[in-house]
Each structure stands twice: as C-alpha cells, then as structure tokens.
Nanobody, 126 residues
Framework: QVQLVESGGDSVQAGGSLRLSCTAS????????MAWFRQAPGKEREGVAS???????KYADSVKGRFTISKDNAKKILDLQMNSLYLDDTAMYYC????????????????????WGQGTQVTVSS
C-alpha cells in the first residue's frame, strides 16, 4: 500500500517562497510518476506540476517559471519549490503517485494518479 505524506505548507506573504515535500512509502517499482495538485476553496482540484520516471517535468501555465518540481528516487521524496507566490496560489496542495499509467509520462490528468496524500495548506496573503 502506498502512503504519501505532504509537509511544508504555511502562511506566506505574496512574493515569498515555500518548499513543499512529499514522502512516499510503499512504492516498489521504479517506474512511476508523481505530481502536485492543488484545490482552492470553491474551485476544482487542478494539476500544478508533474515529473515522470525519467525526470521529465510538466507544469501548469499558471506556475511556469515560478515553481520547480523535483524528486529524489532513492529517498522517495517529491519536492515543490514555489517562488514568487501569488494570492491565487492559496490552496490545499496534494501529492499524487501514478503507478499504473506511468507510461503516459509527466501528466497533469487526475485520472492517471492512483494514490493521494492528505494535503498541506498553503496560504498567501498580501
């Protein structure tokens, strides 16, 4: 069974930075992709950034140039470095793992992900 635990969420002023981490356990195969999703109050959950088994990344247009996703395969840790935060970045951020459809590469489609964390809250204020 896969368990994903996010950390690093906090309150920060606009323009600031945060680094989110996700620790994964139970991932046996090396062929999997991972991603960060977020959900703001009253909005649907959306893909933020993903990274495939070969390290290829994909970002939502809204975070390109500001966020960086990375993963440590040996430690099974997924990170999201978030810089130049906007008010609109306020959301619950979720880590997700794609074990079965990893061949789709760095995808931001929620249906490709089979395992989810509980989320960590990011609040950006003016």
């Amino acid at each position: 069974q896969v368990q994903l635990v996010e950390s690093g969420g906090d309150s920060v002023q606009a323009g600031g930075s945060l680094r989110l981490s996700c620790t994964a356990s139970g991932l046996i195969s090396s062929r999997y992709s991972m991603a960060w999703f977020r959900q703001a109050p009253g909005k649907e959950r959306e893909g933020v950034a993903s990274i495939d088994a070969d390290g290829i990344t994909k970002y939502a247009d809204s975070v390109k140039g500001r966020f960086t996703i990375s993963k440590d395969n040996a430690k099974k840790i997924l990170d999201l470095q978030m810089n130049s935060l906007y008010l609109d970045d306020t959301a619950m951020y979720y880590c997700a793992a794609n074990r079965y459809r990893w061949y789709r590469g760095a995808t931001l489609s929620q249906s490709d992900f089979d395992s989810w964390g509980q989320g960590t809250q990011v609040t950006v204020s003016s």
